[in-house]
Every structure is written in structure tokens, then in C-alpha cells.
């Protein structure tokens, strides 16, 4: 797990545009909750996750697929997924995701995940940050408007801090499995047992 520290100031200055774009999604649908599968499902499994975060990265690539195919495909399960940056780089793609929408939100989380190390290392991170979001419809200069919105900057911080209040999330990931905290990026059958348990709670 990556350690949170509490109190990190984030700034995404390095990453902002004097130019503005035309192609983000209104702050109203950027901050909104984003939820795989069925709203109706009768278990909500929450993540906490930053983007920069090796662990969380490992989940997506690991462990996500079987939890999809297994409860959330089969509408069992509904994954609320909430923004946890560690730092400014997981910050800027945690934005560049929002600002995509709702519709390309899921795929450019996973595609910050499957290409963590090349971008959060890269010499020039806002341009592979600008080619991933290539991908969700965005122009060089949207990018640049969205890390200029302090709007979407402050509600991504503020859902972090209530996490930490709420659940006393520390690290990242950490999930929320029907009111269980669950912290770590456990194995999958690890994460089956406790939503079997869930589920069985359902019925």
C-alpha cells in the first residue's frame, strides 16, 4: 500500500495552459460520482485509489478484471470509484479523467493505470498526460483548461479528506466493501469472500 501523508498541498501548476479548450464536460458531471455497473447493484464496493500508486495499479491490472466479470457484469456488484491523489502528478490525471466525462472516464483510469510507469516517470509527464487524453476526446489546450479548474481541483481534495474522515483511509487503495473497510490490494480471492459475505447479507 502507498502511505497517504495527511495535509499534502496539490498543485498542478506545472501542468496548466494559457490556452482554453472547448472539448471538457461541464464541473457539474466532472464531480460527480463514477460508478461501474448497475446503480441498483446491492453491493457497493468503494475504491480509494491514486493514479500514480503501484499497488492500486496492480488491482486494476490483477485483480479488477475478476471482480468485474464476477459481480459487477452480473449486476451484484456496483464499483464507486473516488479519486485519492497521493501527489500533483495523480492529481493532474485524476482531473484529465474527470474532465473527460462519465462516458470516458473508466478507460482513461485504466489506461493511467496500464501505462502508470511510463507517464509518472516520463521527463515530460504533461505531454504523455496530454497524449493519454488524446484518447478521451480532449485537444492539448482542454487539458490545459482543465488543470486550470480550481473548481474540480478542490471537490477531488474535498471527497479525499471525507474519505479520510469517514473510513480512515490512510493508504491507497483501500476499498469500502459494504460499510467494510478494506485496505490493501488483496488477492481476488480475498475480495470474493468478503463480497460473498456481502451478499449473502442481501438476501
Not at 492500486?56 to 470509484?81: N, S
Not at 502508470?116 to 489546450?141: C, D, H, V
Amino acid at each position: 500500500m502507498t502511505r497517504y501523508i495527511l495535509g499534502i498541498v496539490f498543485s498542478v501548476i506545472l501542468f496548466t495552459a494559457q490556452s482554453a479548450g472547448a472539448g471538457n464536460v461541464a464541473l457539474e458531471e466532472a464531480t460527480v460520482e463514477m460508478v461501474m455497473g448497475n446503480v441498483d447493484a446491492p453491493v457497493a464496493m468503494i475504491e480509494y485509489s491514486s493514479l500514480s500508486c503501484p499497488h492500486c495499479a496492480a488491482f486494476h491490472r490483477e485483480t479488477l478484471p475478476k471482480i468485474k466479470e464476477t459481480y459487477i457484469d452480473t449486476g451484484k456488484v456496483k464499483l464507486i470509484y473516488r479519486d485519492f491523489p497521493l501527489e500533483s502528478l495523480a492529481m493532474a490525471g485524476a482531473m484529465i479523467s474527470r474532465c473527460a466525462g462519465k462516458a470516458k472516464y473508466f478507460g482513461l483510469i485504466e489506461m493511467m493505470f496500464r501505462s502508470q510507469e511510463k507517464w509518472t516517470r516520463a521527463e515530460n509527464p504533461k505531454e504523455e498526460l496530454e497524449r493519454i487524453a488524446r484518447f478521451g476526446g480532449m485537444s492539448k489546450a482542454d487539458v490545459g483548461e482543465c488543470l486550470d479548474n480550481a473548481a474540480l481541483l478542490d471537490s477531488i481534495k474535498a471527497r479525499a479528506l471525507n474519505g479520510q474522515k469517514e473510513f480512515k483511509v490512510e493508504s491507497t487503495p483501500t476499498f469500502v466493501i459494504d460499510g467494510e473497510v478494506v485496505p490493501g490490494a488483496l488477492p481476488f480471492e480475498k475480495f470474493q469472500k468478503i463480497i460473498d459475505k456481502a451478499l449473502a447479507g442481501k438476501k
